[in-house]
């Protein structure tokens, strides 16, 4: 490469002013560009080569690592695969035994309403039943109060009179 007093020469006059100078060998400008020029450009090229091949590895270690990843994505989704019978069977049994929870706790609350029924319905028998018996009574004796007419017959359960029969 070339020193910075050589670059500097480049814009001194070819001459110094005064009287014409014999005549000289034309200076061969591109030749000094290319003497310049050829040791950047050589270690541009060796730059460029490393590059070529950093990327032709790394296209490599891409391609390797791809074929790995998709192994590895195989592999996984095999076992997923096995995995979700096991899931859904889990799952399964999950929901089950969630609605037999929920039937067994539904059965233990109609019985209490069932039992509260029941004693409620004690509770209010023997009054309901006084009640009854008490109509009851009222209707035999309004009817022996009154006689009943002669040609109309009373059914057996009813209030009302029946046509004919026995």
Same mark, same amino acid.
């Given at each position: 490469?070339?020193?910075?007093?050589?670059?500097?020469?480049?814009?001194?006059?070819? +001459?110094?002013?005064?009287?014409?100078?014999?005549?000289?060998?034309?200076?061969?400008?591109? =030749?000094?560009? $290319?003497?310049?020029?050829?040791?950047?450009?050589?270690?541009?090229?060796?730059?460029?080569?490393?590059?070529?091949?950093?990327?032709?590895?790394?296209?490599?270690?891409?391609?390797?690592?791809?074929?790995?990843?998709?192994?590895?994505?195989? +592999?996984?989704?095999?076992?997923?695969?096995?995995?979700?019978?096991?899931?859904?069977?889990?799952?399964?049994?999950?929901?089950?035994? =969630?609605?037999?929870?929920?039937?067994?706790?539904?059965?233990?609350?109609?019985? $209490?309403?069932?039992?509260?029924?029941?004693?409620?319905?004690?509770?209010?028998?023997?009054?309901?039943?006084? $009640? +009854?018996?008490?109509? +009851?009574?009222?209707?035999?004796? =309004?009817?022996?109060?009154?006689?009943?007419?002669?040609?109309?017959?009373?059914?057996?359960?009813?209030?009302?009179?029946?046509?004919?029969?026995?």
């Amino acid at each position: 490469m070339t020193g910075f007093r050589d670059f500097l020469a480049r814009f001194r006059p070819a +001459v110094s002013p005064g009287r014409a100078a014999p005549g000289g060998v034309p200076a061969d400008r591109s =030749a000094e560009l $290319r003497a310049e020029l050829t040791p950047p450009l050589a270690l541009l090229e060796q730059a460029e080569a490393e590059a070529r091949t950093v990327r032709e590895r790394a296209a490599a270690a891409a391609a390797s690592d791809l074929r790995e990843a998709e192994r590895q994505a195989e +592999v996984i989704v095999a076992e997923a695969r096995e995995e979700a019978g096991e899931v859904r069977a889990r799952t399964a049994e999950q929901v089950l035994r =969630a609605a037999q929870d929920e039937a067994a706790a539904l059965l233990a609350e109609a019985a $209490r309403e069932a039992v509260a029924v029941r004693d409620r319905a004690r509770s209010l028998t023997p009054a309901l039943a006084d $009640r +009854v018996v008490a109509l +009851v009574l009222e209707d035999i004796a =309004a009817q022996q109060a009154s006689p009943p007419p002669a040609q109309s017959r009373m059914s057996r359960g009813q209030g009302r009179p029946r046509e004919g029969g026995p």
